[in-house]
């Protein structure tokens, strides 16, 4: 069974970080590219950020350019995003996503940024 689990969502302050984590079982995950999603209440599931296979290039949403950070530990079969300087608008549901011949899709973690 595949099974993908974010873990590290919370309540944070305007301007604070949080790591999430996402680990992966079932699947040969260095061969996999690696993503963040995200969905706010009433909007669109939209990507965050993405990691090819094996640690290959990034890419990111604008909205986060410069503030998250991708990464993965293909030895613990783990996936991150670094988010620093936190925004009350990125407060959403944080989906872990492992993308090759099909799609898997973690249950989320919920991250909310308020004063």
């Known amino acids: 069974q595949v099974q993908l689990v974010e873990s590290g969502g919370g309540l944070v302050q305007p301007g604070g970080s949080l790591r999430l984590s996402c680990a992966a079982s079932g699947i040969t995950f260095s061969i996999y590219t690696m993503s963040w999603y995200r969905q706010a209440p009433g909007k669109e599931r939209e990507l965050v950020a993405a990691?090819?296979?094996?640690?290959?290039?990034?890419n990111y949403a604008d909205s986060v350019k410069g503030r998250f950070t991708i990464s993965r530990d293909n030895a613990k079969n783990t996936v991150y995003l670094q988010m620093n300087s936190l925004k009350p608008e990125d407060t959403a549901v944080y989906y872990c996503?492992?993308?090759?011949?099909?799609?898997?899709w973690g249950q989320g973690t919920q991250v909310t940024v308020s004063s």
């Open positions: 996503k492992a993308s090759r011949i099909v799609d898997y």
């Open positions: 990691i090819l296979s094996y640690g290959g290039s990034t």
